[in-house]
C-alpha cells in the first residue's frame, strides 16, 4: 500500500527556516516524480517543487531561490528545505506522488495527508 | 507560467443534477489536463487524467473532456458525497499550475 506521511511542520517567525519531510511507503520515490503542493489558509491549492526521478528539479516562481526539494534514497523520503520564510508561505505543504506517463502528463495520485506551516512573529 | 482558470468559482446544484465545470488554459495544453476532487480538511484525490481517463476506482458518472486550451469536467448524476472543491491543473509546462477552483455546495 502507497503512503505518505509529511512531518516538520510547525511556528516560525518571518525570515526563518523549516525543512519538511514526507516519508513513503510502498513504492521507491527514487523511481519516481515527487511533488509538493501547498494550500493557503481558505484559498486554493498551489504546486510549489518537483523532483524527477532523474534528479532534475523546478520550482514555482513564488518560491524560486528560497526553497529546495530534495530527497534521501536510503530512508525512501522526500524534502523541502524552506528558507527566508514569508507570512504569504503559510500553508499546509502536500507532498504527492508525481506519476509521468507519456512525454509531458503529470498527475498527483498519492497525496499525504499534509503538514501546516505557519510563518508569523 | 500558464494560467489555468475555472467557471464558474461556486455552484449550487441538487442530488440528482447534472454538473458541469470548466477550466481553459491560457495556451494550448494538448491533452495534459488533469482533475482533482477535495473535501475540508483532506488532501486532493485524483478523478481524470490527461483530460478524459478515469482514475482507477472513481465512479463512472465522472467523465472529462476536452483538449487545446478548453476542458470539462460533468459529473452526470449528482451524489451527496461529490459536494467538495473540484481543480483542474496542468502538466504542460515544467512549471506546474492548478486552476482556482470550483465550489460544488448543495441547493
Known amino acids: 500500500e502507497v503512503q505518505l506521511v509529511e512531518s516538520g511542520g510547525g511556528l516560525v517567525q518571518p525570515g526563518g527556516s523549516l525543512r519538511l519531510s514526507c516519508a513513503a511507503s510502498?513504492?521507491?520515490?527514487?523511481?519516481?516524480?515527487m511533488s509538493w503542493v501547498r494550500q493557503a489558509p481558505g484559498k486554493g491549492l498551489e504546486w510549489v517543487s518537483v523532483?524527477?526521478?532523474?534528479?532534475?528539479?523546478y520550482y514555482a516562481d513564488s518560491v524560486k531561490g528560497r526553497f529546495t526539494i530534495s530527497r534521501d534514497n536510503s530512508k525512501n523520503t522526500l524534502y523541502l528545505q524552506m528558507n527566508s520564510l514569508r507570512a504569504e508561505d503559510t500553508a499546509v505543504y502536500y507532498c504527492?506522488?508525481?506519476?509521468?506517463?507519456?512525454?509531458?502528463?503529470?498527475?498527483?495520485?498519492?497525496w499525504g495527508q499534509g503538514t501546516l506551516v505557519t510563518v508569523s512573529s | 507560467d500558464i494560467q489555468m482558470t475555472q467557471s464558474p468559482s461556486s455552484l449550487s446544484a441538487s442530488v440528482g443534477d447534472r454538473v458541469t465545470i470548466t477550466c481553459r488554459a491560457s495556451?494550448?495544453?494538448?491533452?495534459?489536463l488533469n482533475w482533482y476532487q477535495q473535501k475540508p480538511g483532506k488532501a486532493p484525490k485524483l478523478l481524470i487524467y490527461a483530460a478524459s481517463s478515469l482514475q482507477s476506482g472513481v465512479p463512472s458518472r465522472f467523465s472529462g473532456s476536452g483538449s487545446g486550451t478548453d476542458f470539462t469536467l460533468t459529473i452526470s448524476s449528482l451524489q451527496p458525497e461529490d459536494f467538495a472543491t473540484y481543480y483542474c491543473?496542468?502538466?504542460?509546462?515544467?512549471?506546474?499550475?492548478f486552476g482556482q477552483g470550483t465550489r460544488l455546495e448543495i441547493k
Open positions: 495556451q494550448s495544453i494538448s491533452s495534459y
Open positions: 510502498g513504492f521507491t520515490v527514487s523511481s519516481n516524480y
Open positions: 491543473q496542468q502538466s504542460y509546462s515544467t512549471l506546474l499550475t
Open positions: 523532483i524527477y526521478s532523474g534528479g532534475s528539479t
Open positions: 504527492a506522488r508525481s506519476h509521468r506517463a507519456g512525454l509531458s502528463l503529470i498527475y498527483f495520485d498519492y
